[in-house]
Structures are given as structure tokens and as C-alpha cells.
């Protein structure tokens, strides 16, 4: 993925969800309506977020230094994460508890203003105006994430994906449409029937929808920021590149690390012939680096350590055997 189209798309959502968020605010300010308030609290988390995704790439250009050698690439996956913490609690929490708030009013005989205000269209067309703007924002992140996941589905592309702000706003727009659909439904329930639990449950659903989708990201993100390996087809090729430079007899082993998202480090040890001078297994590694990185043009830090393949103690017992 191009950082310049996780770009695009975080401006396209934040563009979107700021002016959205003070919309839901008004309609709720003039109805009452619970969904709308929850709606009004996920599209400023979700604001927020676009922010904290900015920020990350901010930090995240920054040169190396001597306390961190290989640059703040991570700065990224750890402002992701904070996303899945804000869609966690003040999205999806803060929306479960407005439903349970509701429910309890209407248990106890309490109404608001919604079934009785004659501003009760207010909610239906801000919904309407906010899924037009929703369904633009998720179209530009869908239309970015499908250059980026070329032959992937977008389930494995989100556990795929190194570069974490495509998957982070495809999913907070993906939850904005539904969570909008949601509102809509229960509001228009409530309005039809003159029963202000149907706001609540939808409130209730929004809340369920943004914690499911927060536990997802944060899973991902986590696992990014303990330190993932690069690709298959990247640890393939770059073991390729290795193998077929002449003078390595063979890969002993080889560890790979995403120390950001576009960088990947490299570790391996590489047999080399015992008679090698120390000028020839010089000369082999650097063919070796040379062929790596016009393999996988990602990689950065790359170590390549020489060492004589010895037999393992189970091939010395097979041949005194």
C-alpha cells in the first residue's frame, strides 16, 4: 500500500466525520433521539482517530537516531492501536451505555423529545445527508484498499496488511455505514410505533457493531506492534535472492521483522565453502545484499552472517550407522 493513498483516505473520513459529528450533535440537541447521540460520540471518535493516524505518521518519518537505530516506523501501528482503544471506549462502550441508559427511562415511564418534537424528521435527514458522506469517504478507502490488496480478500488483506491506516479506515467507514443504518432503523421504529425502545436498541447495536470492530483492530495492531515477519512472498523472495548468489551453498536459517511498515529487516546466517578466503566471503555477501534488495526493494537493515554448514548430530549418527 501507498502511503500517499492511506493519506487520501484518512483526509476523505476525517473531512467527512468532523462535519458529520456536529450535524448529529444539533439533531440530538433537538430530539432526544439516542441513537443519534451515539452516532454524534462515534463520528467525534472517529474524528479524533483520523487525527491520532496523522500524528502517527508524523512521528513516524522521523530520521534514526542513536536511541533508535532503526528509525519510528512503529510510531504508526501504536497510533492504531490507540484508534481500537478510542473506538473501544468512547465509541462502542459509551453507546452501550446510552442504550442501557434509554431502557431503563423507558422502563420507568420517562419520555424524551423525539416522539412528541415537531423537529422528528431533524434525525432522518441528518442520517440521510451522513450516509451520502459516510458512503463517499468508504468508497475512496474502498477504492485505496483495492489497489493495495491486489489478489486478497479484504478479510485477509485487514490481517495482511503491514501499512495499518487503509485497514483502520476502511473499518471505522464500514461501521460508520452500518452504524448509520442502525440509527435510522431504530429511529424510524420509533417514530412508526410510538415506542422509544427501538431507539435504544439501536443505540444498543451501534455500541456492539464499534466494539467488535475495535477488538479486531486492536487484535491486528497488536500483533504489528509485537514485531510481525514480512510477507511469505517477501521471506520467498528475499530466501531466493540469498540461495542464487554464487558462493552461498545454502540458507542455515533466516529471521524477518517489519520494523515499520514499509521497512523490513533482515537476519540470516549462509553456509559458505570452508575454503573461502576472507576477500571471497566478503565479495559473497555483498552480491548477496545486492540481489536482496533488488528483490524486495522493502528491505532496510540487512545482516548477513557467513558460517560453515556442518552435519547435524542425527546425519553423523546415520553415517557411523
Not at 482503544?85 to 441508559?101: H, K
Not at 431503563?104 to 419520555?111: I, L, S
Not at 555477501?285 to 534488495?293: G, P
Request: aromatic share 6%.
Amino acid at each position: 500500500m501507498s502511503t500517499e493513498g492511506g493519506r487520501r483516505a484518512i483526509i476523505a473520513a476525517a473531512s467527512a466525520n468532523l462535519g458529520i459529528a456536529a450535524t448529529k450533535f444539533a439533531a440530538w440537541g433537538v430530539t432526544g433521539a439516542s441513537s443519534m447521540l451515539a452516532e454524534a460520540i462515534h463520528s467525534t471518535a472517529d474524528t479524533g482517530n483520523q487525527l491520532l493516524l496523522m500524528i502517527g505518521g508524523r512521528a513516524a518519518v522521523r530520521e534514526p537516531d542513536e536511541e533508535h537505530p532503526f528509525g519510528y516506523g512503529r510510531a504508526r501501528y501504536l497510533a492504531a492501536f490507540m484508534v481500537a482503544i478510542v473506538l473501544f471506549t468512547l465509541g462502542g462502550l459509551f453507546a452501550l451505555y446510552e442504550c442501557y441508559e434509554k431502557i431503563m427511562a423507558v422502563r420507568a415511564g420517562e419520555h424524551d423529545a423525539l416522539t412528541e418534537s415537531t423537529w422528528w424528521w431533524v434525525p432522518l435527514v441528518v442520517v440521510g445527508i451522513s450516509l451520502v458522506a459516510e458512503s463517499l469517504s468508504l468508497r475512496t478507502a474502498l477504492k485505496e484498499t483495492h489497489k493495495a490488496r491486489a489478489h486478497l480478500s479484504v478479510l485477509d488483506f485487514i490481517k495482511q496488511a503491514k501499512a495499518p491506516e487503509l485497514p483502520v479506515v476502511m473499518l471505522e467507514d464500514s461501521a460508520a455505514v452500518l452504524g448509520l443504518v442502525f440509527a435510522l432503523a431504530g429511529i424510524g421504529l420509533t417514530l412508526l410505533t410510538g415506542n422509544e425502545i427501538f431507539d435504544a436498541v439501536g443505540s444498543g447495536c451501534i455500541g456492539l457493531l464499534l466494539v467488535v470492530v475495535a477488538v479486531i483492530l486492536g487484535r491486528e495492531m497488536l500483533s504489528l506492534l509485537e514485531g510481525e515477519s514480512a510477507s511469505p512472498e517477501n521471506r520467498a523472495a528475499v530466501a531466493e535472492a540469498i540461495s542464487d548468489t554464487s558462493g552461498v551453498d545454502s540458507i542455515i536459517h533466516m529471521r524477518t521483522i517489519h520494523v515499520a511498515p514499509e521497512t523490513i529487516l533482515v537476519a540470516a546466517k549462509i553456509a559458505v565453502d570452508p575454503g573461502d578466503s576472507a576477500v571471497g566471503v566478503a565479495r559473497i555477501i555483498d552480491d548477496a545484499e545486492a540481489a536482496v534488495r533488488a528483490a524486495v526493494p522493502m528491505v532496510g537493515p540487512l545482516y548477513l552472517e557467513p558460517d560453515i554448514l556442518r552435519p547435524s548430530p542425527s546425519d553423523a549418527d546415520v553415517k557411523e550407522n
